[in-house]
């Protein structure tokens, strides 16, 4: 018989997989020193193109890791996981 919170249990493997990730990880953690910040700024600090960065953090925003604000034509990320950003606090 399997458990009531399997579901919840591969909730959380897929979100340890998406952190697993270094660039991820890094992007998680540079977001939560910032507060928030756009796609370009993340690109400069990774030194990676852009389409890499934007492919991360969709899979971080598929997983409700992330979330966004638009401001005009620029888009602002920012963590919006409470369990996740208690993760990067004992992680790093």
Same mark, same amino acid.
């Not at 971080?60 to 638009?70: A, C, F, P, Q, S």
């Given at each position: 018989m399997m458990d009531k919170n399997f579901k919840a249990y591969n909730e959380a493997a897929e979100i340890l997989k998406a952190l697993a990730h270094p660039v991820r990880l890094c992007i998680v953690k540079g977001l939560l020193e910032a507060g928030s910040c756009n796609v370009t700024f993340m690109q400069q600090c990774l030194d990676l193109p852009q389409s890499t960065v934007s492919q991360h953090l969709q899979k971080? =925003?598929?997983?409700?890791?992330?979330?966004?604000? =638009?401001n005009g034509l620029e888009v602002i990320y920012t963590v919006s996981n409470k369990k996740v950003k208690e993760l990067i606090q004992i992680l790093l």
């Open positions: 971080l =925003r598929t997983l409700g890791i992330v979330e966004t604000d =638009r």
